[in-house]
Nanobody
């Protein structure tokens, strides 16, 4: 059984910063898993935000490029998302996703709320 737990829920003012983390536990080899952050704003579908692959190559959605930084610490089975210059449109529930290399199934966290408001 694989579990993903996000942390970093918060309320921040526009222009502020917030850091999220996602820790994996259970029968999983974190080192050989691709990790992704998604988000879902109220009334909208789930949106791909950033992804970090085995080997730490990363990609970003255009909407967050230059403001968000994804990283991973394989020794701690943890992925991070540093969010800077936050905007009200970044308000959403943020989910982490883990996909083991070569696997069909992926795993999801329960999500953590980020609210950007003055």
């Amino acid at each position: 059984q694989v579990q993903l737990v996000e942390s970093g829920v918060g309320l921040v003012q526009p222009g502020g910063s917030l850091s999220l983390s996602c820790t994996a536990s259970g029968t999983i080899i974190f080192l050989t898993s691709d990790m992704t952050w998604y988000r879902q704003a109220p009334g909208k579908g789930r949106e791909w935000v950033a992804q970090i692959f085995v080997g730490s190559v990363s990609k970003y959605a255009d909407s967050v490029k230059g403001r968000f930084t994804i990283s991973r610490d394989n020794a701690k089975n943890t992925m991070y998302l540093q969010m800077n210059s936050l905007k009200p449109e970044d308000t959403a529930v943020y989910y982490c996703n883990l996909k083991p290399l070569g696997a069909v199934s992926t795993y999801w966290g329960r999500g953590t709320q980020v609210t950007v408001s003055s």
